[in-house]
Structure formats: structure tokens, C-alpha cells
């Protein structure tokens, strides 16, 4: 089983926070002027994201004394990949985003920073595999990578997922949406959904009963990316 002889994605990704300038850069000069820090919650893993938002605010007040006063918001937003792209970019409705580490676009046409810092030692590339109930017995007996290639992997249209494992040879469908994909697994589009040890329970007992889908367990079926999520 994939939980004792880890399976190894041979690919390595990092995962960053990117502060847009432009809004910040009111608190350089001077600790009377007030910093706005827009923080984007996708909604989707409120475990997560709260963790993520309390870091966030440590890490302004501890640094308040040499960069000035901050006033912190949550914009709870259901957005694309690209559609947060953009808005990160534009820093109007938020200029704080914790996601995956993306190439560097065009110089000066980005304005956008990365903040290479891994917040989690690793734990985000550490997968439970979401299936099927009803598929539950064909993934007890998987223990190679080879055998995993069988079935197809669901992810989010824009997650770097989807070269992780179209660069080790599985079949891979994507959803605009992460709400989309649980009714996706249910309705046969792929046959699992990958998503982190401190996510995936949590997912699994937020979706609607009526989709009948479990984490894989055997006793736990994991897969294993090279990510610092930061």
C-alpha cells in the first residue's frame, strides 16, 4: 500500500504567498498611515483558511513596530484560479493570496510579489485520495504507482496538480470550480479527487451525503508531491 512505500511524484512545486505592492507601499514611508491587506478565502476548507488568516495577522502585528499599522480583511470570494490571478494583479479587491507557486510572469507586467515561506514543512503534498463508495474495494489492493495510473485524477482547472500528474502519465480532468468537483467524482467524469491530509476529511463531511463518496483507506491511501506550501 501507497501509506508505507510513499508514492513520489516526481515534481516539485511551491506554494507562496504573493502580496501585490501598490497597497502596501501607503505604509512605507510613515507608521501614521494604515496599510489595508485584503486576504482572499476561497471558502472551500475553512480549517485551512483560518489557520492561514490568523498566521497572516501574526505575522503583521509582530512586524507592526517596523512597517506600521495594518487593518486586516477577509474577502470570502468564489473565484477561479485565473479570476484571482487577475483581481491579485489589479489589487483592488485583494492583494494578499496563499495558493501555489506559479511561474513568474512577464517582467513588469506582474505586479505581484512571491514570499517564498513554507507554512506548512511540507504536509500540503501529502494526499488522501477522495472515490467512490461504491469503488471503495478497487483502490484496497493498490501499491504502485503503475496500478494507480488505472484510474483518472480529478482536479481544479489552473492547480498545478494537473502537471504533477500529466508529467507522470495519468489521465486527468478539470473543474472550474473545487465545488464542482465532489458532484463531478460522483457523476463518473474521474475517479479520484487528490486533495491534502488536513483537507480531505474535512471535504468529505461537507458534501452532500446523497454523492456517497469516501477518502481511500487501506489504512490510509496516500500520494506524496514535493510541495512547501508557503
Keep these: 500500500m501507497l501509506d508505507h512505500s510513499t508514492l513520489i511524484i516526481k515534481y516539485f512545486f511551491i506554494f507562496v504567498s504573493i502580496i501585490s505592492l501598490s497597497p502596501l507601499c501607503q505604509a512605507k514611508d510613515t507608521h501614521s498611515a494604515v496599510a489595508e491587506i485584503r486576504y482572499w478565502d476561497w471558502g472551500n476548507t475553512p480549517i ?18 517596523k512597517y506600521g499599522h495594518y487593518e486586516l480583511k477577509r474577502i470570502a470570494a468564489d473565484y477561479t484560479t485565473a479570476r484571482v490571478r487577475r483581481e491579485l494583479s489589479r489589487g483592488q479587491i485583494l492583494n494578499v493570496q496563499i495558493g501555489p507557486w506559479r511561474p513568474a510572469s512577464v517582467k513588469g507586467l ?36 503503475q ?44 475517479d479520484f479527487l487528490s486533495l491534502s491530509v488536513i483537507e480531505a476529511d474535512e471535504v468529505v463531511a461537507r458534501a452532500d451525503v446523497n454523492y456517497s463518496v469516501l477518502v481511500a483507506q487501506q489504512p490510509y491511501l496516500l500520494c506524496r508531491y514535493h510541495l512547501c506550501f508557503t
Excluded: C, H
Excluded at 48 to 65: A, H, I, M, T, W
Design 48 to 65: 485551512r483558511d483560518n489557520y492561514q488568516y490568523e498566521l497572516l495577522g501574526l505575522v503583521l502585528e509582530k512586524s507592526k513596530s
Design 110 to 145: 506582474d505586479p505581484a510579489i512571491r514570499i517564498d515561506r513554507d507554512l506548512y514543512n511540507g504536509l500540503l503534498g501529502y494526499r488522501k485520495l477522495i472515490v467512490r463508495k461504491e469503488d471503495a474495494d478497487l483502490y484496497s489492493e493498490i501499491n504502485s504507482l
Design 147 to 190: 496500478q494507480l495510473k488505472r484510474y483518472s485524477a480529478g482536479v481544479g482547472k489552473g492547480w498545478v496538480d494537473s502537471e504533477i500528474f500529466l508529467s507522470n502519465g495519468f489521465r486527468i480532468n478539470s473543474g472550474t470550480r473545487f465545488n464542482t468537483l465532489v458532484p463531478m467524482l460522483k457523476a463518473k467524469r474521474f
